[in-house]
């Protein structure tokens, strides 16, 4: 789509607000429905996402007690690469990868496949790579998930253009807002990553979509909801927060280090991306089961606290860890989750982004009070909305996914500060984040073999038209 000059942008822009709200004028119930039946959509996509990962994760961890991890791991990890590169390569192929490039990519205005069928092979498939072992998140996919339900709820509305847009994106929140229990940080991510629009009416819909897809979540999960007291606001750590003026300058650094690091993970994300193009063209199946024999041989040979990723992440962010553990997780994930995401299997990396981050903040604030004697409290989930906002470029949403941690008000700002600053020493590397970068590369490989499932397809041919005046010929 050929770039718009500024007036036309802005009439653009004034159209599309115009269009929205005659819609909501005319079909104002409806369209609240649609936005209700999105977040639930969403709630819906995120709760069996994340249930099916655990249910597969304690199977294994099972067998990990019975048999010996060299057999188990490496097994399962080839076993659920084939599997789930199979049902993307041959039912969906846009539900491969983050998930969230995809989102973007429509967006934009490409040529990206939506639809509920989409969105349930990246759920099963989904489930089947990260539950056999591939350390990846479930914030991709969720996103994935939810902007293809709102996707078929603007089909279903016949709603205009520029209202699917919004709906989409607004879904698309909806599922990091389901997943991460945080209905802000998925709000302001759909507005500050994908649809880079601060219009009024576009807040007020995606607002409601995000916090219906978190309330819907707390009902349907059982998370937060009481049956005598009501809904209850439960913190998933309580950790102890003290900003001191020295603190400023301790942060300062720590989104220094962190905002080089990201900028180094991204990249070495995209080269294992560019090399498993190069190397591996569109065989998906065979990629993701090498990839899932090589993650499962390695994981085979660390101790047993890298078998669960999701105890891995308590221990890190409790601050139950020493230096030792924290750098050791994050050189491990660092290339783990690379080559995991370098396969292209149907899975996120916020997740994975969170643990990195905050592994740092506590290595960092280890060496600090080894070498100063002082204890930065607030250093590990700085580092970990760090992380994000060095790799996504969006500071903003990274500081309260970290907060929603917490949901400590006091943490905000020590947050903020990490984050602001990672995001601008990454930046100046490159403007663009993580997921910009990929966008081209991943729907360029799935377009590919979208056209190679179509070629083995049997062509629809049409019946003649009648030539008579009764069907027969003349």
Same mark, same amino acid.
């Given at each position: 789509?050929?770039?718009?000059?500024?007036?036309?942008?802005?009439?653009?822009?004034?159209?599309?607000?115009?269009?929205?709200?005659?819609?909501?004028?005319?079909?104002?119930?409806?369209?609240?429905?649609?936005?209700?039946?999105?977040?639930?959509?969403?709630?819906?996509?995120?709760?069996?996402?994340?249930?099916?990962?655990?249910?597969?994760?304690?199977?294994?961890?099972?067998?990990?007690?019975?048999?010996?991890?060299?057999?188990?791991?490496?097994?399962?990890?080839?076993?659920?690469?084939?599997?789930?590169?199979?049902?993307?390569?041959?039912? @969906?192929?846009?539900? =491969? *990868?983050? !998930?969230?490039?995809?989102?973007? +990519? /429509?967006?934009?205005? #490409?040529?990206?496949?939506?639809?509920?069928?989409?969105?349930?092979?990246?759920?099963?498939?989904?489930?089947?790579?990260?539950?056999?072992?591939?350390?990846?998140?479930?914030?991709?996919?969720?996103?994935?998930?939810?902007?293809?339900?709102?996707?078929?709820?603007?089909?279903?509305?016949?709603?205009?253009?520029?209202?699917?847009?919004?709906?989409?994106?607004?879904?698309?929140?909806?599922?990091?807002?389901?997943?991460?229990?945080?209905?802000?940080?998925?709000?302001?991510?759909?507005?500050?990553?994908?649809?880079?629009?601060?219009?009024?009416?576009?807040?007020?819909?995606?607002?409601?979509?995000?916090?219906?897809?978190?309330?819907? @979540?707390?009902?349907? =999960? *059982?998370? !937060?909801?009481?049956?005598?007291? +009501? /809904?209850?606001?439960? #913190?998933?750590?309580?950790?102890?927060?003290?900003?001191?003026?020295?603190?400023?300058?301790?942060?300062?650094?720590?989104?220094?280090?962190?905002?080089?690091?990201?900028?180094?993970?991204?990249?070495?994300?995209?080269?294992?991306?560019?090399?498993?193009?190069?190397?591996?063209?569109?065989?998906?199946?065979?990629?993701?089961?090498?990839?899932?024999?090589?993650?499962?041989?390695?994981?085979?040979?660390?101790?047993?606290?890298?078998?669960?990723?999701?105890?891995?992440?308590?221990?890190?962010?409790?601050?139950?860890?020493?230096?030792?553990?924290?750098?050791?997780?994050?050189?491990?994930?660092?290339?783990?989750?690379?080559?995991?995401?370098?396969?292209?299997?149907? *899975?996120?990396?916020?997740?994975?982004?969170?643990?990195?981050?905050?592994?740092?903040?506590?290595?960092?604030?280890?060496?600090?009070?080894?070498?100063?004697?002082?204890?930065?409290?607030?250093?590990?989930?700085?580092?970990?909305?760090?992380?994000?906002?060095?790799?996504?470029?969006?500071?903003?949403?990274?500081?309260?996914?970290?907060?929603?941690?917490?949901?400590?008000?006091?943490?905000?700002?020590?947050?903020?500060?990490?984050?602001?600053?990672?995001?601008?020493?990454?930046?100046?590397?490159?403007?663009?984040?993580?997921?910009?970068?990929?966008?081209?590369?991943?729907?360029?490989?799935?377009?590919?073999?979208?056209?190679?499932?179509?070629?083995?397809?049997?062509?629809?041919?049409?019946?003649?038209?009648?030539?008579?005046?009764?069907? *027969?010929?003349?």
């Amino acid at each position: 789509m050929p770039a718009l000059s500024e007036p036309k942008k802005r009439r653009h822009l004034l159209g599309s607000s115009n269009s929205i709200r005659r819609l909501l004028e005319r079909r104002w119930f409806v369209v609240v429905l649609a936005l209700a039946f999105t977040g639930l959509g969403a709630a819906i996509a995120g709760l069996l996402f994340t249930s099916g990962i655990t249910l597969l994760r304690d199977w294994r961890l099972d067998l990990l007690n019975e048999f010996p991890a060299w057999l188990v791991l490496p097994a399962l990890g080839a076993f659920g690469g084939m599997l789930s590169g199979w049902l993307v390569a041959n039912l @969906a192929p846009a539900a =491969g *990868g983050a !998930g969230i490039t995809h989102i973007m +990519g /429509f967006l934009r205005h #490409r040529s990206v496949p939506m639809g509920l069928q989409v969105g349930l092979v990246k759920l099963v498939a989904g489930i089947i790579a990260i539950g056999s072992g591939f350390p990846l998140g479930p914030e991709g996919p969720a996103v994935q998930m939810g902007g293809s339900v709102a996707w078929q709820m603007s089909r279903w509305l016949k709603a205009p253009v520029a209202f699917r847009r919004v709906i989409v994106a607004a879904g698309g929140g909806a599922g990091i807002a389901a997943v991460f229990s945080a209905p802000i940080g998925g709000f302001i991510y759909a507005i500050e990553e994908l649809l880079h629009s601060a219009r009024p009416v576009v807040l007020l819909l995606v607002l409601i979509t995000a916090f219906s897809a978190d309330t819907w @979540a707390d009902v349907l =999960g *059982g998370g !937060g909801l009481s049956s005598t007291l +009501g /809904f209850q606001v439960e #913190r998933a750590y309580t950790p102890l927060v003290r900003f001191l003026p020295v603190d400023l300058l301790y942060l300062i650094a720590l989104g220094v280090v962190i905002g080089v690091l990201a900028e180094f993970y991204t990249r070495y994300v995209l080269t294992m991306q560019r090399m498993g193009n190069r190397w591996f063209g569109d065989h998906l199946v065979l990629r993701m089961t090498l990839s899932g024999l090589v993650l499962g041989c390695v994981y085979a040979f660390l101790p047993d606290t890298f078998h669960n990723p999701t105890e891995l992440k308590h221990l890190i962010a409790g601050g139950q860890a020493d230096i030792t553990l924290a750098l050791a997780s994050f050189v491990v994930l660092f290339f783990s989750t690379g080559l995991a995401a370098g396969s292209g299997a149907p *899975g996120g990396l916020f997740m994975p982004m969170l643990t990195l981050g905050g592994a740092i903040g506590l290595a960092c604030g280890s060496g600090v009070e080894a070498l100063t004697g002082h204890v930065p409290t607030t250093y590990v989930f700085a580092g970990m909305g760090a992380f994000v906002a060095g790799c996504s470029r969006t500071p903003i949403s990274a500081m309260f996914l970290a907060f929603a941690l917490t949901k400590d008000l006091l943490i905000l700002k020590p947050i903020l500060v990490a984050c602001l600053t990672s995001f601008v020493v990454a930046r100046c590397f490159n403007h663009h984040s993580i997921y910009e970068r990929q966008m081209g590369m991943e729907l360029d490989s799935e377009g590919r073999m979208q056209q190679q499932l179509n070629r083995h397809r049997r062509p629809f041919d049409a019946p003649p038209p009648p030539t008579g005046p009764t069907g *027969g010929s003349s």
